[in-house]
């Protein structure tokens, strides 16, 4: 099998390899907003204290952002074009998000960091998928 065969199995390293890499750039990033800006928070819904963004909670973010990406390209695999697919789907979601955190974001500060770190899980975990999946539905 080479790098190009579309199984579950042959996902596995490069999911692994970018969701370790999107790990590490999130907890970067979080730690530099942390000292630049101070503690990154959420305006809450109701009558709720505002909610405070950890870095516990940005690292579970990350890892379940690229889990759902992962089985996105798996899915994608069906699609006529896998690719692109894949990653219209991700930048349609990606840009979604981030409008919303300016929603949520209790200064726009926090909704720039908050942005930035869905990009550093963003770029590994989606350049990788993308480049896993074939261009071109194999019959």
């Given amino acids: 099998m080479t790098s190009a065969d579309v199984s579950g199995t042959t996902v596995l390293r490069p999911a692994g390899m970018a969701i370790l890499v999107a790990l590490v750039l ?22 709720a204290a505002a909610e ?9 973010a990350a890892i379940v952002g690229s889990l759902l990406g992962v089985g996105l390209a798996l899915l994608s695999r069906l699609a006529t074009r896998p690719q692109t697919v894949f990653l219209t789907i991700c930048v349609v979601g990606l840009v979604g998000s981030g409008i919303m ?39």
């Fill in 52 to 60: 405070e963004v950890t870095i516990g909670a940005t690292v579970v």
């Fill in 101 to 139: 955190l300016f929603g949520q974001a209790e200064q726009a500060s926090t909704a720039v960091w908050l942005n930035l770190m869905h990009l550093a899980v963003a770029v590994p975990v989606v350049g990788s998928l993308w480049r896993w999946l074939p261009a071109t539905k194999a019959n």
């Fill in 26 to 47: 999130a907890a970067i990033t979080f730690f530099i907003a942390d000292a630049i800006s101070g503690p990154l928070t959420l305006e809450p819904s109701g009558d």
